[in-house]
């Protein structure tokens, strides 16, 4: 699966943006998908996931209540909604999708994934 991230850019503190995450090739509807971001010096750290039915997701307790991640199958895209964006937001966000298929359990751990797309930069404003 390749995969192709969008919709970052320069906001400002309490706005929001969504991004999206189209795959190519592969088997998606069948892939558990997750969003992590990294920022400058850091880490790449989990932010949600979505199991490949839709049927559940996981996310970090940092962004809970103000982050949604959903996907729609028919469309091969995985979505991120973010509201009431924080200067700690800052971070390029990758999409990833899940090395195993049919996975019941949805995996918080970066190692978990081997399809990555290219990232998205999300800048906050404070």
């Known amino acids: 699966v390749q995969l192709q991230a969008s919709g970052g850019g320069l906001v400002q503190a309490g706005t929001s943006l969504r991004l999206s995450c189209v795959a190519s090739?592969?088997?998606?509807?069948?892939?558990?998908m997750g969003w992590f971001r990294q920022a400058p010096g850091k880490e790449r750290e989990f932010v949600a996931a979505?199991?490949?039915?839709?049927?559940?997701?996981v996310y970090a307790d940092s962004v809970k209540g103000r982050f949604t991640i959903s996907r729609d199958n028919a469309k091969r895209t995985v979505y991120l909604a973010m509201n009431s964006l924080k200067s700690e937001d800052t971070g390029v966000y990758y999409c990833?999708?899940?090395?195993?298929?049919?996975?019941?359990?949805?995996?918080?751990?970066?190692?978990?994934?081997?399809?990555w797309g290219q990232g998205t930069q999300v800048t906050v404003s404070s």
């Open positions: 990833a999708g899940d090395r195993n298929r049919w996975t019941f359990v949805v995996s918080t751990r970066v190692a978990s994934y081997d399809q």
């Open positions: 090739g592969g088997t998606f509807s069948s892939t558990n």
């Open positions: 979505i199991k490949w039915n839709g049927e559940g997701t």
